[in-house]
T-cell receptor
Framework: AQKITQTQPGMFVQEKEAVTLDCTYD???????LFWYKQPSSGEMIFLIY??????QNATEGRYSLNFQKARKSANLVISASQLGDSAMYFC????????????FGKGTMLLVSP | DTGVSQNPRHKITKRGQNVTFRCDPI?????LYWYRQTLGQGPEFLTY????????KSRLLSDRFSAERPKGSFSTLEIQRTEQGDSAMYLC?????????????FGEGSRLTVL
């Protein structure tokens, strides 16, 4: 069975600073995908970034990048130049490529961006 | 708006009553998922449909829960004889089949409060 661990319940960052949100995962499957979602107070889960287990390069999407360290089974999200609108819950998730395409989520990290 | 739509957004009910939630996925998506999210937790998988077939159910889905997706379009999640422990946000998501990143598109959720 797969497991996602997010050890930071909350993080604070000042506007325009960079912040790293930690995520570790556990699976014995060699083929999987890692995702980060943002959940603002409205409740909708917003997809941010994806990393495949066989991808050679770290994924980037605008201000988001994923620091993928396969040997350490970590997939940390880096947000550069934080904005006030980045304040939200952030969830790391994993999908195994065997079986059905369901996502397993971590408990999340609350990010607060201050002016 | 062509995103995932969920209704009702909020439902307050008394213990023992039945409730039904509806999800309208993105029209071309053949995969549909239900998740449950309680306070301070990440979403937990409940069930998964590919077209009209319910292919996977979590053990979280007790016999009081039933989900359908007639004709492979919208889906309903019914909870019978509600209990206070059923209070949660119920999230619906949809995705395309075939080789892809596995990104799930989520609706804004249906929040259930059982008194």
């Amino acid at each position: 069975a797969q497991k996602i661990t997010q050890t930071q319940p909350g993080m604070f960052v000042q506007e325009k600073e960079a912040v790293t949100l930690d995520c570790t995962y556990d699976t014995s499957d060699p083929s999987y995908g890692l995702f980060w979602y943002k959940q603002p107070s409205s409740g909708e889960m917003i997809f941010l970034i994806y990393q495949g287990s066989y991808d050679q390069q770290n994924a980037t999407e605008g201000r988001y990048s994923l620091n993928f360290q396969k040997a350490r089974k970590s997939a940390n999200l880096v947000i550069s130049a934080s904005q006030l609108g980045d304040s939200a819950m952030y969830f790391c998730a994993m999908r195994l490529n065997s079986g059905y395409s369901t996502l397993t989520f971590g408990k999340g990290t609350m990010l607060l961006v201050s002016p | 708006d062509t995103g995932v739509s969920q209704n009702p957004r909020h439902k307050i009910t008394k213990r023992g009553q039945n409730v039904t939630f509806r999800c309208d996925p993105i029209s071309e998506h053949n995969r549909l998922y239900w998740y449950r999210q309680t306070l301070g937790q990440g979403p937990e998988f409940l069930t998964y449909f590919q077209n009209e077939a319910q292919l996977e159910k979590s053990r979280l889905l007790s016999d009081r829960f039933s989900a359908e997706r007639p004709k492979g379009s919208f889906s309903t999640l019914e909870i019978q004889r509600t209990e206070q422990g059923d209070s949660a946000m119920y999230l619906c998501a949809s995705s395309l089949g075939g080789p892809y990143t596995g990104e799930l598109f989520f609706g804004e959720g249906s929040r259930l409060t059982v008194l």
